[in-house]
């Protein structure tokens, strides 16, 4: 089993969003993908506190597709907001955005379980999953 460091308590507000993301996904059948209700601070908490060697997950959604990639934190940058993952490349620790291509289609997500199930029995990605929150949340 693969130790990941603690993630920090919900704030009120990310507990009102993932209500209203559970909402959401009663109502619509379409699967989501299972990092859709991380928010920036959430990315931030992770990989500020996780030490060199931990585990990173970096999310592609190029051409419909979502794909999730097992790496590992080689070096952090804290004063420049930094983090170095093997394989996958340079990130930012604030938002999970890659700092090459902070607009672009991969970044890092937090290995929640959820997330790490899904990496299991989707191997390759899989298409048809909603990657983006509805303009409700």
Request: charged share 20%; hydrophobic share 35%.
């Amino acid at each position: 089993m693969i130790k990941l460091p603690p993630i920090p308590e919900p704030t009120p507000a990310q507990r009102e969003a993932r209500a209203s993301i559970e909402e959401f996904r009663k109502a619509h059948p379409t699967p989501l993908s299972p990092c859709v209700d991380q928010t920036a601070d959430d990315i931030a908490g992770y990989y500020r506190n996780a030490e060199i060697g931990a585990v990173a997950v970096v999310r592609h959604t190029q051409g419909g597709l979502l794909r999730y990639d097992l790496a590992t934190i080689d070096g952090k940058k804290p004063k420049s907001g930094r983090v170095y993952v093997n394989p996958g490349g340079t990130f930012y620790m604030k938002s999970g955005a890659n700092c090459f291509h902070p607009k672009g289609q991969t970044s890092l997500v937090v290995p929640t379980p959820d997330v790490l199930a899904w990496i299991e029995s989707h191997p390759r990605g899989s298409s048809g999953v909603t990657i983006y929150r509805s303009s409700i949340f």
